[in-house]
């Protein structure tokens, strides 16, 4: 298989203009660390997993083991991941701790990675 060639600049131009708007926009270091940080959240199947079925209905740890056929323990483990990262919040009945996503933001990054791979 070919790897595909990035195009480089043929001449050393600098275009100042763009390089200025771009520069006064640019998120502080920090801000991208942590956007980095959230980004790799999803790099885990698992978490993905987990992820999408919250999407789709609120459940417990018991719940969503059965579902992705996996032992509680690593799916406490990936949910504390997801909370860490506030994608997943909780609320407890009883003695039953349910997960959901923590808001539509979530909802909306999940939407446009599907939409954007389907393509």
């Known amino acids: ?7 480089k600049c043929k001449n050393k131009v600098i275009h100042q203009e763009a ?3 771009v520069s006064k926009e ?10 980095s940080d959230l980004f790799k959240v999803f790099g885990d199947t698992t978490r993905i997993k987990i992820l999408f079925a919250l999407w789709r209905q609120e459940m417990c740890v018991c719940d969503i083991a059965a579902l992705l056929d996996m032992n509680q323990s690593a ?3 990936q949910l504390k991941v ?10 407890r ?11 539509r933001h979530v909802e909306q990054i999940f939407m446009q990675g599907l939409e954007h791979i389907r393509e």
């Open 1 to 7: 298989m070919e790897k595909s060639k990035i195009e």
């Open 19 to 21: 390089v200025d708007k």
């Open 26 to 35: 640019l998120p502080i270091d920090e801000e991208l660390f942590e956007l």
């Open 75 to 77: 799916i406490s483990h």
């Open 82 to 91: 997801l909370k860490g990262a506030k994608l997943v919040k909780f609320r």
């Open 93 to 103: 009945a009883g003695k039953v701790v349910y997960y959901s996503l923590a808001d």
